[in-house]
């Protein structure tokens, strides 16, 4: 079980350049979210989808977009990368909604854009 | 969603227990208490959480004020690897955009040797 994963670990990018990370989870979760975690600060929700094929805005969404076209993988895309997009990743996924549900993270992605 | 509010920093003596308080005087009577750790750079990890009720597991114990107020996360006896910043969040019910968990700044813990 090797639970929540992303690709890459790290990646630098150039102002305008795109890309994609992935987040795979292998417990059959329902929920994925994406969150990013500026220096010195707490997570914030990019954006989360609550089961294949569904996708919404979490509290910063812009310039990301996301898609989960299957259950286990949920993608999130920056298509012109900027400076203030630098910071790190995480994925998390949940079984579902319910309260007694815990979200469990993946180790993270750091990503610098020059 | 209820606010909450932790110190910015504390410090414990390893061996010690460290009692971390979290102050949620909004807080819903639906709304649960989360508590989540990130040690260093990685993924946070959850480690408790609880409605009105006192909780214990292996990592920790969660107690809960009669007014749901505020809440503290005793780790009993602390260890090194228990360094970590450590988040308390208060979760509102699934349904639209509830039910997601909002990170605040934590509290840094630094367990001494």
């Known amino acids: 079980n090797a639970g929540v994963t992303q690709t890459p670990k790290f990646r630098v990018l150039k102002t305008g350049q795109s890309m994609t990370l992935l987040c795979a989870q292998d417990m059959n979760h329902e929920y994925m979210y994406w969150y990013r975690q500026d220096p010195g600060m707490g997570l914030r929700l990019i954006h989360y989808?609550?089961?294949?094929?569904?996708?919404a805005k979490g509290e910063v969404p812009d310039g990301y977009n996301v898609s989960r076209l299957k259950k286990q993988n949920f993608l999130l895309g920056l298509e012109s990368a900027a400076p203030s997009q630098t910071s790190v990743y995480f994925c998390a996924s949940m079984t579902s909604g319910r309260m007694t549900d815990t979200q469990y993270f993946g180790p993270g992605t750091r990503l610098t854009v020059l | 969603d209820a606010k909450t509010t932790q110190p910015p920093s504390m410090d414990c003596a390893e061996g010690r227990a460290a009692n971390l308080p979290c102050n949620h005087s909004?807080?819903?009577?639906?709304?649960?208490v989360y508590w989540y750790r990130q040690i260093h750079s990685q993924g946070p990890q959850y480690i408790i959480h609880g409605l009105k009720n006192n909780e214990t597991n292996e990592m920790a114990s969660l107690i809960i004020t009669e007014d749901r107020k505020s809440s503290t996360l005793i780790l009993p006896h602390a260890t090194l690897r228990d360094t970590a910043v450590y988040y308390c969040?208060?979760?509102?019910?699934?349904?639209?955009?509830?039910?997601?968990?909002?990170f605040g700044k934590g509290t840094k813990l630094s367990v001494k040797p």
């Open positions: 969040i208060v979760r509102s019910p699934p349904g639209g955009s509830q039910g997601n968990l909002i």
């Open positions: 989808s609550v089961g294949e094929g569904t996708t």
């Open positions: 909004t807080i819903s009577g639906n709304e649960y």
